[in-house]
């Protein structure tokens, strides 16, 4: 009886690589960060945005080690399984200033391995404020807490989306105008500003 000859299968190519870029958000916040950037992402119809949790009580030097080691995780996966659909395009770690130390050298440490950071001064809640109103000069965190409650009456760090679609685009004219009028007085990063924009320009590309 004679043996069929099958067509031997080539080795399985390399995944062509997608037109979006992937993104990792890693975040210190365990709810508002993450429900506000997932929103985000699903509205501008971009799937191709994971955003993970530090582990524990995260500080922004700590922050920033996670995420370049859940880059390099990236890396070697993709290698192993010939995809390079699975490596990162890019990395943001977000978080606040508040009261943070080394945040120096948090950032030193991103520039180091190619990291991209969404820092907000004083906290998160600014960010969400710019979708409603012009900023309110340097605060601290719960008077901000405070001002987002009288757009958001019921807010508590949980976010729907929804709620700031709308002023996306104010928010993030103002939040340039924020850093650029700091860069020009020579204090970049000051109380108040905010590089959330950043990422979300990121996501929002075509």
Same mark, same amino acid.
């Given at each position: 009886?004679?043996?069929?000859?099958?067509?031997?299968?080539?080795?399985? @190519?390399?995944?062509?690589?997608?037109? &979006?870029?992937?993104?990792?958000?890693?975040? #210190?916040?365990?709810?508002?960060?993450?429900e506000y950037i997932e929103g985000f992402a699903k509205s501008c119809r971009n799937p191709r945005v994971d955003v993970d949790i530090h582990p524990?009580?995260?500080?922004?030097?700590?922050?920033?080690?996670?995420?370049?080691?859940?880059?390099?995780?990236?890396?070697?996966?993709?290698?192993?399984?010939?995809?390079?659909? *699975?490596?990162?395009?890019?990395?943001?770690?977000?978080?606040?200033?508040?009261?943070?130390? /080394?945040? @120096?050298?948090?950032?030193?440490?991103?520039?180091? +391995?190619?990291?991209?950071?969404?820092?907000? +001064?004083?906290?998160?809640?600014?960010?969400?404020? &710019?979708?409603?109103?012009?900023?309110?000069?340097? !605060?601290?965190? /719960?008077?901000?807490? +405070?001002?987002?409650?009288?757009?958001?009456p019921h807010y508590d760090k949980h976010v729907d989306f929804e709620h700031y679609k709308n002023g996306y685009i104010d928010a993030s004219r103002?939040? !340039? +105008? &924020?850093?650029? #009028?700091?860069? *020009?007085?020579?204090?970049?990063?000051? /109380?108040?500003?905010?590089?959330?924009?950043? &990422?979300? #320009?990121?996501?929002?590309?075509?």
């Amino acid at each position: 009886m004679r043996k069929r000859h099958r067509e031997k299968r080539p080795a399985r @190519p390399e995944e062509q690589r997608a037109s &979006l870029p992937r993104i990792l958000v890693v975040c #210190e916040g365990l709810i508002t960060e993450k429900e506000y950037i997932e929103g985000f992402a699903k509205s501008c119809r971009n799937p191709r945005v994971d955003v993970d949790i530090h582990p524990g009580k995260g500080t922004p030097v700590t922050i920033v080690e996670y995420a370049r080691d859940r880059r390099l995780e990236a890396i070697e996966q993709a290698s192993r399984e010939r995809d390079s659909n *699975l490596e990162y395009d890019e990395v943001w770690c977000v978080f606040d200033i508040d009261d943070h130390p /080394n945040v @120096p050298r948090a950032k030193q440490q991103a520039r180091d +391995n190619g990291l991209e950071l969404a820092i907000s +001064n004083p906290c998160i809640e600014l960010w969400l404020i &710019l979708h409603f109103r012009e900023q309110p000069g340097a !605060q601290e965190r /719960n008077k901000l807490s +405070n001002i987002l409650k009288s757009f958001v009456p019921h807010y508590d760090k949980h976010v729907d989306f929804e709620h700031y679609k709308n002023g996306y685009i104010d928010a993030s004219r103002r939040s !340039q +105008n &924020l850093d650029r #009028e700091a860069i *020009l007085d020579g204090d970049d990063g000051r /109380n108040p500003t905010t590089g959330v924009w950043r &990422l979300t #320009e990121s996501i929002r590309k075509e």
